[in-house]
């Protein structure tokens, strides 16, 4: 009641002092423009010097205020914006002052988005904020937006599923923190938080939705990693969040015109033995799956070299935008088509966007975005799946023709079919991946719409209060389907699934602005809000086995006693109050605090409210001290802390439900969830602390910014697997934590070579580095090991496990002695140990990003290098591919080699000769020893590389158009890797917690491409 009271008498007094007539008071006017570009300039503070009066910029860049007689004679304007140098004017009885603002070399670029859209002076910030801007994003060349980011942020961890058109891909910031939960960040475009939703799938590559985002759309991208910089956000945000800013209409008339085209190839394969056949033990043996056979006297086929085609990605767009002093729009068009490197695969977006902002008598402002989206995808059979086309390929026996003789088998059906319609392959229990690619399909569409509506009334030049109320509604139908001759579901005689998902985001904020300036030496800004989101999805399904007709894939063409239909209502509602105050003193310390409460449907009602509050501070003592130094141009130091955190993973945790089954005798029937909910579930909860400094040297020609940081996450939501005998098999429960996140991040940036003319050459270099240490302290008293949910592959998996890296790799490993040593039976083989251990961790010890940008005349050329040092891969798919005698490995099976160990019953070191053949591979099972398929990885990439040319003005004011450019880019062009596989940029389990397991995935691309732009 304090509280509300206060703010009702500080609005109160605003009101009064504003209707309060003024006596002997002057009008001074006029325009504030850019010094170099001569725009006008919204938002610029003007203020009296030594007083309180002040306003800011119009649209138009116009400013007008009241001051006194004396004032009007002797007084000073002090005119202050971001990024540029503040300048005083002494009035001297001027009616009309127009003021040119240069920009500050020092400040540029320093204007951030942060939390709840509210943009703020990086200076005044004391936590870490990385931005991407538009031209890093066209340089990726990427058509997905977080593979776009991948090496560009410090503490920002990307991986691709695949390479594969449209698949999924996993942004992790600052390392995971949640066990049975997301750890993906919040996406917001324009302040609206859109829905990022991942469903995962072992047998094709799912896209999670951020994928709907049109990167040409895209002004920049501010990643808000620590908990002070998204603590607005509340729970939403527990794991950062990614801030997108949209273009928008300037108001002067344009139009601009992107056109790209790139091809794309596989960048990195598995190494295959091309000397022995099929068979076992030097016999050749019809329909084996082994490639243990006699030498190979008549052709050999690489069969991935073959199947692999090269993948055409074309994209187009078009905006137009225009407007006058009070209204401006943009419209703008986007077409992405990509075939993908496996035939019939593809991955399609259409992007229509509409925005618009208008203004009233310099107080009422409205902005409306619109955007429609429908995408959608053509997917192939991947991973732990025996359709999938990596593993047919990577299985089949070198002597086996899977094209049959033909030069274009997707299109033939006599390659992969025999005569009598069964399936044309090497062994009946993998596809022939022509076949896959033909029969067995997957394929979505989605249709999207995300809209944005923001008013804003400004009730005086320092109070404002804005509604932003925003809608994310999509429509998802999926469709696959399994022939009844295709391995995966023979048995069943094949399977159809159908899938329809509709799902309705809605969020308001409702929040007040206050800022103030107190004489010259204090400013206040203040941000007092409310938000409401509420989530509804419904899922329906139709799951049907046993095909009636071949070839014919429709649910009518399954028995209705075989099809199994349901529909899934999912709800989630939550309720926020929040305020940020910052303090600023002489411009040079800032004190920055927020608060928040969240009140969420999806925890019981005594545990649904929880409390986030933040604090940060910054310093910047070059100012302080008032340092005039040509070495130390800058200097800030910051310190920050949070409590920020996630609620549960998903709804109705806190209960037990039933599910629908199987019909018995016809009759309809439900089953207790195997589930036992939670009623006394509690939010995970995320203390974080950081410290970092900024410091700017030589006229800011160099710069360094480090940060360090940790973050301990206690009450981890878990979903724990118990004894069947309960009658359940698993329980939601409140783990102990913590789960301890430490990082260090450093970006250098750096003019090497500065340009007075583009006669002389540019060069721009900067760098980023980063270093986690992701760990378990500890889980539950009494359960000190976790798997994580994934698919597939159960002999290796990604497991939480106490005092340990997140995600460790557990498995199949050798049994040692007290020293370490392996143990080896009498015939000289290594013995594997009875109990699963440790093989891997699959955390890197730190990663880099090297850009660097040079321009000379009307050319630039830019390139990024991507480190990656440490961490390790389970390699699933060369493990396999020595058991079927496939990888290169085995070809030497004529040789002998004494194991390195000793001896299990005599102690004494082996000495034994094994051969190298079948009986070696085989002995240890279809996936071997985990301990075996570990690789530590080690990689150096050239991310990207552009090369473009500018034409010049000259030239552009001759063909009467605004500017153009064409450029030549490429993507994963060099990779320089110990790993053995495919591009070890994969995750079997996508954007899953599950990491650090290639088990088939498909290969990843490079790609080279050109892009034109135009501007009228």
Request: charged residues 20%; glycine residues 10%.
């Amino acid at each position: 009641m304090k509280f509300n009271t206060h703010w009702k008498m500080l609005l109160l007094l605003l009101c009064v002092s504003a209707a309060i007539p003024t006596f002997s008071q002057q009008s001074v006017s006029g325009v504030v423009t850019d010094a170099e570009t001569g725009e006008n300039l919204l938002g610029v503070t003007v203020v009296l010097k030594g007083k309180n009066t002040g306003a800011f910029s119009g649209l138009d860049g116009d400013y007008s205020l009241e001051v006194g007689d004396d004032a009007f004679k002797t007084g000073t304007l002090i005119f202050s914006f971001i990024g540029y140098k503040k300048q005083e004017v002494a009035i001297d009885g001027r009616s009309e002052i127009n003021v040119k603002l240069l920009p500050d070399q020092v400040m540029l670029e320093e204007a951030v988005v942060t939390a709840i859209g509210i943009k703020k002076d990086k200076r005044k910030i004391g936590y870490a904020v990385t931005e991407v801007g538009e031209d890093e994003l066209e340089r990726s060349g990427e058509m997905n937006l977080m593979n776009a980011l991948n090496a560009k942020v410090a503490g920002v961890q990307v991986t691709s599923s695949s390479g594969t058109p449209g698949a999924s891909t996993s942004v992790r910031i600052r390392g995971n923190k949640s066990i049975s939960g997301s750890n993906a960040p919040l996406y917001v475009i324009d302040g609206v938080p859109v829905d990022d939703s991942y469903r995962g799938s072992n047998f094709t590559d799912q896209a999670n939705r951020a994928i709907d985002i049109n990167p040409d759309d895209i002004e920049r991208i501010t990643v808000l990693k620590g908990g002070p910089a998204s603590a607005l956000y509340g729970v939403r945000a527990g794991n950062g969040a990614v801030i997108i800013t949209t273009k928008s209409g300037s108001g002067e008339t344009r139009i601009n015109f992107r056109s790209s085209v790139n091809f794309d190839q596989v960048n990195k394969l598995p190494h295959t033995q091309l000397l022995y056949g099929q068979g076992e033990n030097d016999e050749f043996v019809e329909g084996s799956r082994f490639s243990w056979g006699p030498s190979i006297s008549g052709d050999s086929y690489d069969h991935a070299d073959r199947f692999f085609q090269t993948g055409v990605t074309t994209n187009n767009y078009l905006s137009f935008e225009g407007g006058n002093k009070t209204t401006n729009f943009l419209v703008s068009l986007g077409n992405t088509s990509q075939q993908g490197i496996v035939p019939l695969t593809s991955f399609r977006r259409t992007n229509l966007r509409l925005t618009g902002r208008t203004s009233w008598k310099d107080r009422l402002h409205i902005q409306t975005n619109v955007n429609f989206v429908n995408s959608g995808a053509d997917r192939g059979q991947r991973g732990s799946n025996l359709s999938g086309v990596m593993l047919g390929l990577m299985r089949a026996p070198a002597d086996f023709d899977l094209a049959n003789g033909f030069d274009n088998p997707v299109d033939e059906p006599m390659a992969y079919e025999n005569p009598d319609g069964s399936q044309r392959t090497y062994h009946a229990v993998y596809d022939n991946p022509y076949w896959s690619v033909n029969r067995n399909r997957s394929r979505e569409d989605i249709h999207r719409v995300i809209a944005s509506l923001e008013t804003r009334l400004d009730l005086t030049e320092h109070l404002s209060v804005i509604n932003r109320i925003s809608s994310d509604y999509y429509n998802q139908q999926s469709k696959s389907h399994w022939d009844g001759r295709s391995a995966e579901y023979r048995d069943l005689g094949g399977r159809i699934f159908n899938a329809t998902t509709v799902q309705q985001n809605l969020n308001n904020d409702l929040f007040f602005l206050y800022n103030q300036s107190f004489g010259e030496d204090w400013e206040l800004s203040a941000t007092l809000g409310h938000n409401y989101f509420n989530y509804e999805t419904t899922d329906t399904e139709l799951d049907g086995v046993g095909f009636i007709i071949p070839d014919f894939y429709d649910i009518s063409n399954v028995d209705i006693i075989n099809v199994i239909a349901d529909d899934f209502l999912t709800r989630e509602r939550g309720v926020g109050a929040y305020v940020d105050a910052n303090i600023g003193f002489r411009d040079y310390l800032f004190l920055g605090v927020t608060a928040r409460n969240d009140w969420l449907s999806n925890l019981p009602e005594n545990n649904n409210s929880f409390f986030y509050p933040s604090m940060n501070l910054g310093f910047i003592f070059t100012e302080a001290a008032q340092m005039d130094s040509k070495v130390l141009s800058y200097g800030k130091l910051r310190a920050s802390f949070a409590n920020v955190g996630n609620g549960a993973p998903s709804p109705y945790l806190t209960s037990n439900f039933f599910n629908a089954a199987a019909p018995v005798q016809g009759q309809l029937s439900f089953e207790p969830n195997g589930e036992i909910g939670n009623p006394n579930l509690r939010p995970e909860t995320t203390s974080t602390i950081e410290f970092g400094t900024d410091m700017r040297f030589f006229e800011n020609r160099f710069g360094l910014d480090v940060t360090w940081y940790r973050s301990e996450t206690t009450d981890p939501i878990i979903i724990s697997f118990i004894p069947s005998s309960s009658g359940y098999t698993t329980a939601v429960l409140n783990g102990t934590g913590p789960i301890r996140n430490t990082g260090l991040e450093i970006l250098l940036d750096a003019t090497i070579l500065e340009a007075e003319s583009n006669r002389q050459l540019g060069w721009e270099s900067s760098l980023n580095f980063n270093r986690l240490r992701n760990e378990v302290v500890s889980i539950l008293d009494g359960l000190d090991e976790l798997p994580l949910p994934s698919f597939g592959l159960a002999s290796t998996q990604s497991t939480v496990v106490s005092g340990q890296p997140y995600g460790v790799l557990m498995g199949t490993a050798w049994a040692r002695d007290d020293a370490g040593n392996i143990l080896v039976n009498d015939e000289g083989y290594p013995i594997v140990d009875s109990e699963r251990q440790i093989v891997g961790d699959p955390n890197p010890d730190f990663t880099m990003g090297w850009r660097n940008t040079l321009t000379w005349r009307q050319f630039a050329l830019s390139f990024l290098i991507d480190v990656r040092i440490g961490g390790d891969l389970f390699n699933g798919t060369a493990n396999v591919m020595r058991f079927h005698g496939t990888h290169i490995d085995t070809e030497n099976r004529e040789e002998t080699m004494v194991w390195e160990g000793v001896n299990v019953n005599t102690g004494e070191a082996n000495d034994v000769a094994i051969p190298l053949d079948q009986s070696f591979y085989t002995r240890y099972g279809l996936v071997g020893v985990s301990e075996t398929g570990i690789e530590t990885v080690n990689w150096l990439r050239l991310r990207d590389l552009s090369i473009t040319w500018t034409m010049p003005r000259e030239m552009s004011d001759r063909l009467k158009i605004k500017g153009a450019s064409i450029g030549l880019i490429t993507r994963n062009l060099l990779l320089f890797t110990n790993y053995s596989g495919i591009d070890p940029e994969t995750s079997l389990s996508g954007a899953a917690n599950s990491f650090g397991r290639d088990y088939f995935n498909s290969p990843n691309t490079r790609s080279v491409g050109l892009q034109l732009n135009l501007q009228f």
